[in-house]
């Protein structure tokens, strides 16, 4: 909501593709195609028909579930979950969606820092951070598959922020998260793309 809001405010067109629209999201001046699941191929088929030969100039993708397994204690199916939507997820609509970017378009992945090997020093969150650290790699490979194509790929970490799924904790509202990821985002580049930053854009550690 912080992002559609932040672009709305610069006079973009924004589409926002969502499982069901709040009331918050209705009321604002945005398009927006609602049943939208990440984790199925059949829902991939929907957006693309109903966005048809849309261009995109950017992409952002923001959607992820947390789990908090801690040793020994491992749910295996929240884990498969998460992969799903944290992981699998964007790849779905990326590759759903190629058709669709315009000539410099790029694609904006939301991750967290939780998925760096180097930064993980409190262990737990076993799903949350395995799935999040997958689909960083998978933005690497995108960046390379599609830098022919002149799209930069760029995976961002928002900072700990207020929201449900962190149950309200953090360090950053919703506001000020979105606020600095939109900076990074103008940013993202053919000369950036394939890295992972921090939404005050500090270079993260993979």
């Excluded at 992409?59 to 579930?65: K, M, R, S, T």
């Excluded at 801690?70 to 969606?97: C, H, I, K, S, Y």
Aim: some cysteine; aromatic content about 6%.
């Amino acid at each position: 909501m912080a992002l559609v809001k932040e672009y709305i405010a610069k006079g973009d067109h924004v589409i926002a593709l969502c499982r069901s629209a709040s009331e918050a999201l209705s009321d604002l001046r945005v398009e927006i195609i609602t049943g939208v699941d990440v984790t199925s191929d059949a829902s991939m088929t929907v957006v693309q028909k109903s966005l048809a030969d849309r261009k995109i100039d950017l992409l952002i993708h923001n959607a992820g579930i947390l789990g908090r397994e801690r040793w020994p204690e491992l749910d295996f199916e929240g884990m498969r979950a998460q992969f799903e939507v944290n992981t699998l997820g964007p790849l779905r609509v990326v590759q759903a969606l190629r058709n669709n970017f315009s000539t410099h378009g790029k694609i904006a992945i939301v991750t967290s820092r939780m998925g760096s090997i180097k930064d993980n020093t409190s262990g737990g969150a076993y799903g949350y951070r395995m799935s999040k650290c997958a689909v960083n790699i998978a933005a690497k490979s995108l960046s390379v598959d599609l830098a022919e194509l002149g799209h930069a790929v760029g995976v961002f970490h928002p900072g700990y922020v207020k929201t449900d799924m962190t149950q309200g904790r953090g360090n950053v509202s919703a506001e000020e998260a979105a606020s600095m990821l939109v900076t990074q985002f103008s940013q993202l580049s053919m000369s950036t793309t394939g890295q992972f930053f921090h939404a005050n854009g500090e270079a993260l550690p993979w």
